[in-house]
C-alpha cells in the first residue's frame, strides 16, 4: 500500500534530492524547503490511497452488490492546503432506486462539485480578512488560486456569526456599548458607510494600556440600523442576565443611527464620546487654546449656561464668516446632543470611548486604507468577516456547520466502511527492511524512525 510505496519511491528519491542539494551547496532554508515540498507530496498520494482504500471497501461489500451497481470510475481533483489530490472512486446506481451516487464522497462528506477543501477555503477567507484577494489567492504556493477563487468562497460562506458558548448568562450590572462608522468607496462612485457596533464590560489597565473586557462586534455596510441593533440585543439577552444589569452605556458622535440603539436595548444611557466632542470645540474655538480650554470645561460640568456664554465669545471672535458658521454648526451639534453630554456628568463609571480607533483597527485597515472599490456585497460581507476574526470565530468550524450532505447510508455501515479502512493500511512492522538487523542507511532509520514515531514533520 501507500507505505510500501513510501520505503520503495517516495524514499530514494528524497534521498537523491537532499543529496543532490547538499552537494550543490543549498542552506538549511532551502533544504527545509525541499523537506516541505516532499512532505506535501506524500500527503497527497496519502489521501489518494485512503479514498481508494474506502472504495475497495465498497466494492467488496456483499451489501453493496446487493444494491449498488457499478456504473463506471471517475477521477476528481479537489485542492488542498498540501497541493492537488486526483481522487478515483467509482460512480454507483442503486438498483432499486434509480439513484446516482459516489459512495465515498458521501462517507468522506466531499461536498459535490467542490473544488477547493474546506480546509483551504478556511485559510482562503482568513488570509482575504487582511489583504488583498489576489495576495490571499498568491499566498500559499502549493495551492494558488485566483482572485475570483477566494471571493467565491468568501460569497458561499455567506454571513458568519460567532456567539460565546456560554453554559449560564453573565451577571454584570454595567455594559458599555460603543460605535462609529467607516466611509467604504463602492464600485458605483459612492461612499457607504460602514458601521461597527462593539459591546465590553469595562477596562482594564494592562501595563501602560487599558484592555476592554470581553468585547464582541458587529458590522455591516448594506443593512438598517434596525437589524444591527438587534443582532446587538440578541448577543446581549443571549450573554447577560438583563435583570442584573441596572445600566448600558451607547457611547458614539450623535449619529441618528446610533441613537437608534435606545430604542432597542433596555436600561440604555446616551453618552457623547469625548474625540467628537473635542474635535468640535477646536473647530469653535479655531486655535484660541484659551478659548478652547474654557469651552471645554463649560462642557465636561455639564453647564449649558457657561457652555452658551463662550460659543457666544467664539462668534464674537470670529474673524470671518466661514468662522462664525462653523460656530453655529457647533452649537447646533452639541445642543443637538446636550442630554448626552449631560450624562457623561452624571455617572461615575463612564469610561472613555475608543470607537474612532477600533473602526479604523477593525473596518479601515481592510475596507477603506487603500484606494479600492467595493460592490455592496462585497463590503457587506467584509466588514462582517472582519468583525467574526476579531471576535475569535473559527472560520473553518463554521464551513463545516453549514455543510450539508444528505447521508445515504445508515450510519452502523458507514463506521463499517470506515473501520475496513483502517484495517487496509499495511502494518509498518511488516515491512521487510524493518525485520532486519544491522541495517544503518538512511532508508532504514528513516522508516524505523517513523515505525517507533520518532520522525515527526
Known sequence: MIVREIYEKIIPEIEKDITDGLLNGL?????ATKVHDWVNKIGLRILEQIVKDADKAFVDSAERRRHWQIVRKDTRAVLTAMGQVNITRNYYRHKKTDEYAYLVDKVLKLAAYDRVDEGLKADLILKASGMSYSRAGRSNRHAEVSRQTVMKCIREAGTLVHLPENSKKKQVSVLYVEADEDHVAHQDGQSRHAKLVYVHEGAKRNSK???????????????????LWREVLDYIEGTYDLEYVERIY????????????????????????????????????SGDDIQMRRLLDALRVGDKTATAKELKACYEKAEDEGHRERVLEVKKYLYDNWKSIENATKYPDIIGCSAEGHVSHVLSER??????????????????????????????????????????????????????????????GNIPILQMSGRSSRTYLTLRAI???GLLY
Open 367 to 428: 475596507l477603506s486604507s487603500r484606494p479600492m472599490g467595493w460592490s455592496i456585497i462585497g463590503s457587506d460581507q467584509m466588514s462582517r468577516l472582519r468583525a467574526f476574526v476579531f471576535n475569535g470565530g473559527n472560520i473553518y468550524t463554521a464551513l463545516k456547520r453549514q455543510q450539508k450532505i444528505e447521508p445515504i447510508m445508515t450510519k452502523k455501515k458507514e463506521e463499517s466502511i470506515r473501520k475496513w479502512m483502517v484495517k487496509s493500511f499495511e502494518n509498518l
Open 27 to 31: 542552506g538549511f532554508s532551502e533544504l
Open 250 to 285: 451607547i457611547a458614539g458622535d450623535g449619529a441618528r443611527w446610533i441613537k437608534a440603539g435606545h430604542n432597542y436595548l433596555p436600561k440604555s444611557i446616551s453618552i457623547l464620546d469625548a474625540y467628537h466632542r473635542n474635535k468640535y470645540v477646536r473647530k469653535a474655538a
Open 209 to 227: 494600556r487599558c484592555e476592554l473586557q470581553n468585547v464582541h462586534y458587529f458590522a455591516s455596510t448594506s443593512i438598517d440600523a434596525e437589524s
Open 451 to 453: 515505525q517507533h514515531g
